[in-house]
């Protein structure tokens, strides 16, 4: 594997790129980068600017091939074959640097059938088509990787996907890639994947394959494109520039994000490639094979590299060490002891009848539940924590490891799994670090379980007002500048000591995401030990995309630390304080502050419901922590929440399916997050596109969902009909807010449909499709990692369905029947009410009155509640609170009032209620409203619960 061929200068490497001598990736057929371009377009229906990615184009090629193919061997005219045959060859030459990241069907794949067209086997080549593009539409080539290329006519006519049985399929080994970087030849590539398939045992877990990319751009393109990558070998020979130039392709390089990339030294080409690596995607497995001294690697940043080999040549060492590191990810210590455990014949002489499934086997009328759900479930079902298995409260085994597996995965530095959901997740947290009287900043349109937390933790709340979004009557999330106003404030009042946390919403339930990076430095830079919880309950999937990580609390802790210890952000900080030194408060908002890297702490915590948008049974959540201070400061009393809120009979098949989920995104996450986003990218490109959809649904574009002031990137749209695709990257690296591509909000007030409407009546009643939110004009669909290309069909069909019959509807409408749609449809787009902000807490409650600072005792106001003499009841609709406010009376609410939607409280216990809000509730004509009473009314406090409880401050 060693090279003795001396390495080119970068400038004589950029040299013979320009003269047309590149050993970047090989073009086979030869054709210059831009020719691949035109070509490729050529070849094809649809133009490159169609596609939001690389992989739908590669999908879309293959696809045509295949159609192509068809034509050509069902036989046609000798006039229309030699067009044909053209557009073949053309197509099968430019789908060859898309190849040459891939090992199936890849280089070999493309060289046979370019032999089969080229002896006139039409009918062999179209077979062999057909059976490459099924199986990788369905993956089968993962599942009989050694079936690659089709050797004998026989193994032409075998369809993959009718003779693999399911047992088969169950004892196929998993399958995946490795990316090798060196300067090879294409026979020294060949041979050298033929000597690492030589190394191939029966007895070996997976199977791998291995592509072979000869530059620095071609293995950072590779890794992003191809997701069936798991490891890559470095070694410490090859060029830097691709000779890829395809715009589709060169996207990806974006990714590495503000890395000067030109800066980086040939003799550096290898450890700076292991670090970008696993920066874009740190679960992979990356092995450095390097010719300099190990001393001098040693103390290089090689971003967790799995191991440095000193002139390998050995390639069974270098196989096995691939294999050790996959299993590493693959193991899931939890799951492998339940199922061992329930292969042990056991006596059960404690809880659980159900346990074995005895309960069920011995009953004459409830077999049915064993006979729906299978045995194993319930041979698995136990209260035990002996026998190889363990304690969710005191974990010391297979529990603790896959936690702290966890943990790796998502760049904590401590993982706690939960059995009962995210809210139970928020409340540990909270109890946790906030002590009764600490000030805790909040989302006002945080989940009602943070609103929970903060009663039962004491804590004296500052609710943050986000961006209201009045047309879609929904609220966008907290402005920077809104939450540095605050801190400033209680700073001015000498209460910076009293302030704990901060606690937002990431990504909200609409897709806005905070920038948490910009977040978490400007208000360490007001106060540098402040606590920061990240609800992250809809966003566990983000830790897998490299657009997406950027914005998450893990990967930003571990961004922070590391920038605070650099001796250049000192400097810079000295810079920064000489440069505000002097300014005002308001001209502090102005400012990009930066924190003291000898005060600041890096305090993160994130809670995700791992089962909203990752693999888990419901109700599977983690806590994951990066707090410097959480050994010290924090352990124990973090210890003492989780048990006071985690069951002592938590579901072992729901923390079994955490571990296998944590599996699933550490060795398939990439490809799913990445599958996911492009399938939402797709229905908002079907709906846009469609004129009829267009004429009765719009699909909220970034413009629509984040104000211009906090779009420093400009990008209105992902997608427009007119112009196109933009990519997201600027938007999720610069802006204060980025939108989820992965949720699509959709617009159906022109449709004369309210939210709640058209999600029960049309979509769920009439058609199936399932959602969760909605608001006074919108409904909410959101792709998840199970998300298909056949549902996104299916919803798009259902959509022109519903707009084809309302075209038909008001077709044929009488004049009045017109006149009435046409009312609905003004009311829905252009009569919609202010989202009234945060008014405040009663004085009674209020502790920063005379500081003016905004925070409330949210807990006395709670229980204060409990002694019904101290409430009062009034009417929403008979004018009777407006009467009362008229006549001087502060109406105070006694509960949380949570209208569904938009889900959040509008009212909390001690908050004086203000026309506004009022207005807001009578306007939003939704059915079930959480604290509300419609045959009693309003509950608020009477004046003398109000009197007595200011008097006892």
Known sequence: MTSSRKRPSRNQRDNDRDNGNDAGTRNPEGMDDSGAAVALAAAGNTPLG???????????????????????????????????????????????????????PGRRGLEQLSRLLARGDVQDFARLITRMVRSLQSGSYRRRPASFVAETERELDEDPERIETNEQRAQSRPFFEILIVDDLSPAQQEAQSTALREQRRADDRFIYEPVVVTTFEDALIGVLFNFNIQSVVVRHDFGFRSANRMEILQRYLSRVGDEDLDAIEPEDYGPELCRLLRKIRPELDIFLVTDRSVEDIASRDLGGCARVFYNQEDFTELHLNILRSLNARYNTPFFTALK?????????????????????????????????YGMNIFLAETSATSGGLDSLLDPTGPIKLAQELAARAFGAKQTFFATNGTSTCNKIVVQAIVRPGDIVLVDRDCHKSHHYGMVLAGANVVYLDSYPLNEYSMYGAVPLREIKHQLLKL????????????????????????????????????????????????????????????????????????????????????????????????????????????????????????????????????????????????????????MTHTSTSPNYQIIASLDVGRRQVELEGYEFVQKQIEAAMAMRKAIDAHPLLRKYFKVLSVSEMIPAEHRASGIESYWDHKQGWNDTWDAFSHDEFALDASRVTLAVGAAGYDGDTFKNEILMNRHGIQINKTSRNTVLFMTNIGTTRSSVAYLIEVLVKVAQELDAQLEDASGMERRGFDRRVKSLTEEYPPLPDFSRFHDAFRRGRAEGTAEGDIRSAYFLAYDESNCDYFALDDGSMETAMDGGRELVSSAFIIPYPPGFPILVPGQVISKEILHFMRALDVKEIHGYRPDLGLRVFTDDALAKAGSAR
Request: hydrophobic letters at 40%.
């Open 491 to 642: 700073k001015k009042a000498g209460k910076l000591d009293r302030v704990r946390m901060l606690l937002l919403t990431n990504c909200t339930f609409d897709g806005i995401i905070y920038n948490v990076e910009r977040v978490m430095e400007e208000c360490l830079a007001i106060k540098p030990d402040l606590v920061f919880l990240w609800d992250e309950a809809w966003f566990a999937f983000a830790r897998f995309s490299p657009t997406y990580r950027q914005r998450t609390a893990m990967a930003t802790a571990e961004v922070l630390r590391a920038r605070f210890r650099d001796p250049a952000y000192a400097r810079r900080y000295a810079l920064h304080q000489a440069e505000i030194e002097g300014m005002s408060d308001e001209q502090l908002l102005e400012t990009r502050l930066l924190p003291n890297p000898d005060k600041a702490r890096v305090r993160a915590y994130a809670t995700q419901s791992t089962h909203k948008t990752l693999t888990s049974l419901r109700q599977g959540s983690m806590i994951h922590v990066y707090d410097q201070d959480f050994k010290g400061e924090v352990e124990q009393a973090f210890r003492e929440a989780y």
């Open 50 to 104: 169609e596609y939001y990615s690389a992989a739908q184009l590669r999908n879309d090629r293959w696809a045509t091939l295949k159609s192509l193919a068809a034509r050509l061997s069902a036989g046609v005219d000798k006039g229309d074959r030699e067009p044909l045959v053209d557009r073949i060859t053309a197509m099968l030459r430019t789908l060859a640097p898309v190849e040459a990241y891939w090992a199936f």
């Open 340 to 372: 061992e455990y329930s292969k042990q014949p056991t006596g059960v002489f404690h809880a659980m009848p159900i346990s074995r499934g005895k309960s069920l086997i011995r009953s004459n009328w409830i077999r049915d539940m064993s006979e729906f």
